[in-house]
């Protein structure tokens, strides 16, 4: 895939018309999995009643997970990661009918690789509120209907609590490491604090303790950005033909994503004020090739999740305050106290390096490396996702703790 060049040159496009074609047609209503779609590599818990921080409870859950690797005779060799905002279950393997993307960590996770599946059993669940096999606002409640805007209410501290579903069906007591970023990363500390005993090591990637102000606007935002759409139905858009869903609003919420996964430095060289084609972005019709960029990555994420969903992922990372009830942040994260994986990314401007000094400084047990670890990346919070030989390595030290 080519780079744009300035459009002071010839104006070509990284967004080629090869990939264009890949988004003829209408998006459907929603894109998340449902029942009855191929299953490909899920696999799924029992079902399980989950009562929830805000009163009420989630009935007959059911978390969707893939496995990589054997687990051991004495279970001892197992591996949890758990995934960002738009990521899923699949973090290994190719796109398929099943599967709407490549995994999302494949040159991380494998024979001979930095998570060696030679030597460890390696599971990631689809978080509960998440729509690519379990439970979540498209799926069907006790009528026999979707959620909708009915799902209720998620926190982080809910979410990670329905992984006990996950440890129960698979019978593993103890993992040798929970590992998660961005998102992933705020279950996997609320993980350590609340369950301890159930982990060997930790790895936090690229996520903060608390939520900020800054980053709950972010969020914020995003969600109008759905529920403004007027074919968003009030939620109620599982029956609706494709282009009639919110796919608008849920492909701007995702161009607005974007510019805060990736920096600005990385956005400026990589695209200058190309254009996206000949035609001229100064009153002649053209478009600057970052504009065509983000339209279609927005447009293509679309095809593969659910508003609904985002707007409940979205809302529970805003909960997410590991001091909240536990006498602070410091006071919580001190009550860590197995060795842990520390890394941020120095161009994050989601999750500053500042949110991971934090964690670093406050966890109660050893630091692998023995300080916080900074990637030195040009490519902002994706850096945890794009920085494979970096990450590789830092992921091998923590699991040969």
């Not at 758990?82 to 494949?106: C, F, R």
């Not at 599971?123 to 690519?132: D, K, L, S």
């Not at 659910?306 to 536990?326: K, Q």
């Amino acid at each position: 895939m080519e780079f744009q060049t300035s459009e002071d040159t010839v104006p070509t496009g990284l967004i080629s018309d090869e990939l264009s074609r890949q988004l003829i047609g209408r998006p459907p209503a929603s894109g998340g999995w449902q029942d009855g779609d191929p299953v490909g590599d899920r696999q799924f818990t029992h079902r399980f009643d989950l009562e929830l921080e805000a009163g009420g409870k989630l009935s007959s859950a059911v978390i969707a997970f893939e496995t990589w690797g054997e687990l051991n005779s004495d279970k001892s060799n197992a591996v949890l990661v758990l995934h960002a905002l738009t990521g899923d279950s699949h973090t290994v393997g190719p796109a398929s009918d099943a599967h709407p993307t490549n995994g999302w960590w494949d040159e991380l996770i494998g024979p001979g690789k930095s998570v060696d599946t030679d030597k460890f059993f390696v599971v990631t669940p689809n978080i509960i509120g998440g729509c690519q096999g379990s439970t979540g606002p498209g799926s069907l409640n006790r009528t026999g209907v979707e959620y909708g805007p009915n799902f209720p209410h998620l926190t982080i501290r809910d979410q990670t609590k329905s992984l006990d579903a996950l440890t129960e069906s698979l019978e593993i007591t103890r993992w040798h490491s929970v590992i998660g970023g961005s998102m992933g990363g705020m279950h996997a500390l609320e993980y350590a604090i609340t369950r301890e005993d159930k982990l060997n090591s930790l790895g936090i990637l690229a996520a903060p303790a608390v939520s900020s102000a800054d980053q709950i606007a972010i969020n914020s935002i995003q969600v109008e950005a759905i529920r403004t759409d007027s074919q968003y139905h009030s939620g109620w858009y599982y029956d609706k033909k494709p282009g009639m869903g919110p796919h608008r609003g849920l492909a701007l919420a995702r161009r607005m994503a974007l510019l805060n996964y990736r920096s600005p430095q990385e956005l400026n060289d990589r695209f200058q004020r190309s254009w996206q084609s000949g035609v001229s972005p100064f009153g002649e019709g053209g478009r600057f090739s970052i504009e065509s960029y983000l339209d279609f990555h927005g447009n293509k994420f679309t095809r593969r999740f659910d508003a609904n969903s985002y707007i409940i992922l979205a809302e529970a990372m805003n909960t997410h305050d590991v001091g909240r009830d536990r006498g602070g942040v410091e006071k919580a994260l001190s009550a860590i106290t197995v060795p842990t994986l520390v890394l941020g990314v120095s161009s994050d401007r989601l999750f500053p390096v500042e949110n991971q000094r934090l964690i670093a400084e406050s966890i109660g047990g050893n630091l692998v490396g023995g300080k916080l670890q900074v990637i030195d990346s040009e490519y902002g919070h994706d850096g945890f996702l794009i920085e494979k030989i970096e990450v590789g390595r830092h992921l091998k030290a923590l699991l040969e703790v």
